[in-house]
């Protein structure tokens, strides 16, 4: 028995040694891998998420804690973050064709994604999810296209029965999520698995959900292509560097509220704001689906950079995509209370044109463009290095503060042949010759006097005789 009690211990300690060297071993792995040129033999095999970035690149240092936050999600699963420093290891900066600073690349076997979308997790993860899934998903049965709703909330859907699978509709469905896959998921199910959402009786059908409802595609309004570009966004979406231009694309005016949820002063009246443009985007949604889109974004540089200045919060943006103009309309009085409004009223105003046009394509506003670009850029260094900035631009302008002070402040004696003479000037130096002159006249005339009288003198001096020669 004590034997047995022995083995058992035994057995029991082996078990703790290993979990705990597991788990050492574990906690030692990095959550992000720096690679050098074998990542290019590596990712042949797994799937990676790779920044190549420079050292002194600011957004390469901004983007590393988030790729940390990524390794943290992905640990432990079958994903591979690392970073390389294409500064160094040119071969596999070449190989993976880097032209920029930083450049994010999702490579699982022949699929090589490069990322253009807000470097947040939330954005990378959802760009990960979409590179990795398959281009067009199977919905298995009714419960997994419902399901399928609740996860994703939007995705395009091809309704087709069992028969009609070697359609021309099916083949360009699936044509259209091979282009489109990073801007929407794409599924496939029977006319059955829908039933729930809405009957489909012709097959086949292309339809989108979102808001929890099937919207199906018009072959007589527009071209499948034109349907996945235009419906492709949420009812009320965030505008982001990654779907901007997608946004652009549809011709439909842009209606962007522009909100700052840093700015604690204003927090309540910017979710308040944002909460009546919700709410009205998704009741409304008939009244104004092909005239408008509406969204909201924290982006300001990408905003402010449209508007060629800087634009206070919150505020409503209003972008014709067709001539660029674009309109304000602010919600905040002095003391930072929202004023009454009504998002109605603001678009019968776009409507009948009562609202303020700024904006547009003309010469003022190409010249304006690159000046706003350099003044960011300019701030931008500033933020993101202070000193090798200051060293940057002060050391030219104390170069040539120094120059004009010696050009301003020395003297000099010459006069130029072309410079301009006052008549003053003209007759006070007249005047100064005239003076000398009469000085030296007086000088002249006082040592000749002074010669005549000595001579003179020695004229009338008579010797005089001793009284021996008398």
């Known amino acids: 028995m004590p034997k047995m009690r022995s083995l058992i211990l035994a057995i029991y300690l082996i078990i703790i040694s290993l979990f705990a060297s597991y788990n050492c071993n574990e906690d030692d792995d990095p959550l992000v891998y720096e690679m050098d040129d ?13 920044m190549f970035y420079a050292p002194w690149c600011g957004h390469c240092k901004k983007l590393e804690p988030v790729f940390e936050e990524i390794g943290k999600f992905y640990k432990g699963k079958m994903m591979n973050i690392a970073k390389v420093d294409a500064t160094r290891f040119v071969k596999a900066a070449n190989h993976f064709e880097i ?5 994010i690349k999702f ?18 993860i959802e760009f990960i999810k979409r590179a990795d899934a398959p281009r067009v998903s199977r919905v298995l049965h009714q419960l997994d296209f419902e399901n ?25 469905f699936f044509s259209l999520a091979e282009k489109h896959f990073l801007d929407a998921y794409f599924y496939f199910a029977l006319p059955e698995h829908v039933v729930k959402t809405a009957k489909v009786t012709d097959s086949p059908r292309v339809g989108v959900i979102k808001d929890n409802e099937l919207e199906l595609w018009d072959s007589s309004k527009s071209t499948m292509e034109e349907f996945v570009k235009l419906e492709q966004f949420p009812t009320f979406c965030e505008v982001t560097m990654t779907n901007f231009y997608n946004l652009v694309d549809t011709k439909k005016t842009l209606l962007i509220l522009l909100v700052n949820l840093d700015d604690h002063s204003k927090l309540h009246q910017t979710r308040k704001i944002r909460q009546i443009f919700k709410i009205y985007a998704k009741t409304k949604k008939e009244d104004y689906h092909d ?5 909201y974004s924290e982006n300001h540089d990408l905003i402010s950079g449209i508007a060629i200045w800087s634009l206070s919060t919150p505020c409503l943006f209003i972008l014709n995509t067709t001539s660029f103009t674009y309109n304000l309309v602010y919600f905040l009085d002095s003391d930072n209370q929202v004023k009454e409004f009504s998002v109605e009223k603001i678009l019968n105003d776009f409507r009948n044109n009562k609202l303020e046009v700024f904006g547009g394509k003309s010469v003022f506003r190409t010249i304006r463009r690159p000046l706003w670009e350099i003044y960011r850029a300019i701030i931008e260094m500033f933020v993101e290095a202070p000193i090798i900035s200051l060293f940057i631009f002060g050391l030219p302008f104390g170069v040539i503060s120094i120059v004009f002070y010696f050009l301003c ?4 004696n010459d006069q130029p042949e072309n410079e301009e003479v006052h008549e003053s000037d003209m007759e006070d130096e007249h005047q100064y010759y005239l ?3 009469s000085k030296l006249h007086e000088q002249i005339k006082a040592k000749e006097y002074k010669n005549l009288v000595n001579g003179e003198q020695k004229m009338i001096k008579i010797p005089t005789t001793s009284k021996k020669d008398q």
């Open 38 to 50: 074998r990542v290019i033999d590596f990712t042949t095999q797994g799937k990676w998420l790779i």
């Open 99 to 103: 032209k920029g600073y930083p450049t």
């Open 107 to 124: 490579i699982y076997g022949k699929t090589n994604v490069n990322f253009f979308g807000e470097r947040r997790k939330g954005d990378l």
């Open 148 to 172: 399928t709703k609740h996860e994703i909330q939007l995705f395009f859907v091809l309704i087709i029965k069992k028969e009609h699978m070697n359609s021309t509709i099916k083949n360009e």
């Open 291 to 295: 005239e408008f889109v509406f969204g």
């Open 409 to 412: 402040c020395m003297d000099s």
């Open 435 to 437: 003076d000398e002159a």
